[in-house]
């Protein structure tokens, strides 16, 4: 007959693996040698900052008529939605510290401040898949640059140090769902004519 064993914690082992597995990828992210592409993500993570970079995009899909100012409203109302959930409930709930940069090795030339809040979920992954998923929706041919960009913010919190995969991953997801909410919720109030 077998020993009898302990039980086994099924969700918190995973939790544990999935949070070994995170590591290890940001490891081998902060290790990479990317020096061509280095300063481009450090900017572009900047200008996502307060979602800047968003504003200006939405200044810019204004100017496409009636549809684009469609796009641009349900962008940064998906935005003030996602942030809302992101840093009041969900960075507050789920409590996890930044990475440690200096001992992963990030080069200094990736560098961007780091944030006082905690790291889980990433508001920036949040804020541009937020802002893509709703300003996509209305503007259809708009969809696949602004998820290309969403995409690359989102890498560019990993790359320039301050946030592990996972925070991105589950970020970008959180703003996906609250952008996908906003477009149902524009799309059940009636236009104006």
Known sequence: MDAEREPIDVPREIVT???HVDRLVYAAVAGSKTPTIDDGLRRLSNAA????????????????GPRGRRAAASG???????SALTNLLLKTT?????PDRASAAVARSRHVRMPEST??????????FAFATAA????????????????????SRVHTGVHYPGDVVVGSFVGFIVGTAVNAAFKIVPRRR
């Not at 789920?94 to 930044?98: D, E, G, K, L, T």
């Not at 790291?119 to 541009?128: E, L, N, R």
């Not at 996509?136 to 890498?155: E, K, Q």
């Open 49 to 64: 900052n307060n979602s800047r970079l968003w504003m200006g995009v939405a200044a810019g899909l204004a100017l496409f």
């Open 17 to 19: 693996e999935l949070d």
């Open 94 to 98: 789920v409590v996890r510290s930044r």
């Open 136 to 155: 996509g929706d209305a503007l259809p041919i708009a969809t696949v640059p602004l998820h290309a960009v969403a995409g690359a913010v989102a890498y």
């Open 76 to 82: 940064l109302i998906a935005i003030a939605a996602t």
């Open 119 to 128: 790291s889980f979920p990433s508001g920036h992954s949040a804020s541009a």
